[in-house]
């Protein structure tokens, strides 16, 4: 059931998320556009003028032109190429935990109407275009009752020419183990948190002194990207947190086939 009054609300809500509203990149080949769709469940069909609801609101990413990149896209982002197909999926699959999980609040005693209204928005956008790659920006906004809603960001790099995602593992040997690049991350983390160099990041917004790295990365022309999202490392009211490490910080600890894969990003890295 569509209510456009929602649909509007909805639409401007995802892009905010967002973080701004975002026009597709433009590009000779392949083009890259954006598909919508919102749809509303009525908890109590029987009663539509007075039935709490899940909104659902979806921009989802495709290419046109290309039906080999859009296959890859398709695939990595949504397990499938056909974007009704993921949008039918995620209906049903967002419909039914609605629904199960509001027959079970109702068996408990009456609801509060505030909270039995759901939603699930979902955002992909192109973050960065350039060379043969993308970095591909995807963001959840999800809320099923409680204080607030849970939100989510993943960003994808991408290959195009390759079809190829890269990894943190192709760009540095020893991620996790190198005491050298974990400095040089906590390092960022305390400017972040506006603590002094060496004080324990406990001091500041973070849950401990030895927060876990994350494998959420994306490429920016300054420096490599890392994000955690809320309650990872720090507190829901803390947000999205990221930080930039500059390629000439990190550029020795980095692995030279890694280097050379930056070059299809327009990002070149010499010694």
Not at 61 to 84: C, F, H, W
Not at 187 to 200: A, D, F, I, N, T
Not at 257 to 267: C, M, V
Request: proline share 6%; aromatic share 12%; glycine share 6%.
């Amino acid at each position: 059931m569509i209510n456009m009054k929602r649909y509007v609300i909805l639409c401007a809500f995802a892009l905010i998320l967002s973080g701004a509203c975002v026009t597709a990149p433009k590009a000779k080949n392949p083009l890259y556009t954006q598909r919508h769709y919102t749809f509303s469940v009525l908890l109590s069909p029987e009663k539509p003028s007075n039935s709490p609801q899940l909104d659902i609101a979806l921009s989802l990413l495709q290419i046109e032109k290309s039906p080999r990149q859009m296959e890859y896209l398709g695939e990595v982002l949504y397990s499938t190429a056909n974007l009704d197909e993921y949008k039918d999926r995620i209906i049903r699959e967002q419909r039914k935990n609605y629904r199960d999980k509001m027959a079970g609040v109702a068996q408990s005693g009456p609801g509060n109407m505030a909270s039995d209204n759901w939603w699930y928005s979902e955002t992909v956008n192109i973050k960065r275009l350039q060379g043969q790659g993308i970095v591909v920006e995807r963001n959840f906004n999800i809320y099923s009752g409680g204080a607030h809603p849970t939100r989510h960001k993943r960003y994808y790099v991408l290959d195009m020419g390759e079809h190829k995602q890269l990894r943190i593992d192709d760009l540095f040997a020893s991620y996790q183990e190198d005491t050298r690049l974990r400095g040089i991350i906590y390092e960022e983390l305390r400017k972040y948190s506006k603590l002094e160099k060496g004080q324990p990041l406990s001091r500041g917004i973070f849950f401990s002194d030895e927060p876990e790295l994350t494998y959420n990365f994306f490429i920016t022309d300054e420096g490599l990207g890392l994000h955690w999202s809320p309650y990872q490392i720090a507190p829901y009211v803390q947000g999205d947190i990221e930080i930039i490490l500059p390629w000439n910080v990190v550029r020795p600890l980095m692995l030279q086939p890694g280097i050379e894969l930056l070059n299809k990003f327009n990002i070149h890295l010499f010694m």
